[in-house]
């Protein structure tokens, strides 16, 4: 060995430390999302919104609560959204379905303005980002019947 490699214990500690960092990373963005939404289900404010959002939810075979995901979603990022689905109760098929969306349309505010900059037309990739992720929503609850 030419002494340029680290050892695995150097290795092993950095890959432990970078996980952890990692990891606690995640709690700082899902876990607030979590408390918020499950605080939100304890108040009137979740069943107001459910109602309100319920017949355009209902076409991709969603809650209406699921309305507040892709919210979070879109206006955060993937991780806030995973908070928030965790604390419905969802099915399979409406995890996925809500999943697919949003790896379309995710994080809009800041990949919209990485966009400005490379000087690509926003109401154009804005537009095509929700277009396909409705698409992909109402194709996925075609394909897997009502969820």
């Known amino acids: 060995m030419d002494g340029t490699m680290p050892s695995l214990k150097v290795s092993l500690g950095r890959g432990w430390r970078l996980g952890l960092d990692t990891t606690w990373m995640l709690v700082k963005i899902t ?8 605080l939100l289900g304890a108040t009137p404010v979740l069943g107001w919104v459910a ?3 319920e017949p ?11 309305a507040m995901v892709l919210v979070v979603g879109n206006a955060l990022n993937l991780y806030a959204a995973i908070g928030a689905m965790k604390a419905l109760s969802l099915t399979h098929a409406q995890v996925t379905i809500l999943a697919l969306m949003l790896s379309f349309s995710h994080n809009l505010f800041v990949e919209t303005a990485l966009c400005r ?9 804005v537009g ?5 992720a409705v698409a992909a ?3 996925l609850r075609a394909l897997l019947g009502a969820a």
């Open 31 to 38: 876990l607030p999302v979590y408390v918020a939404v499950s």
């Open 117 to 125: 900059k490379l000087g690509l037309s926003i109401p154009l990739v």
């Open 51 to 53: 109602r309100a959002c």
């Open 56 to 66: 355009l939810m209902d076409l991709f075979g969603l809650p209406g609560e699921a």
């Open 137 to 139: 929503g109402l194709s």
């Open 128 to 132: 095509v980002r929700l277009l396909m």
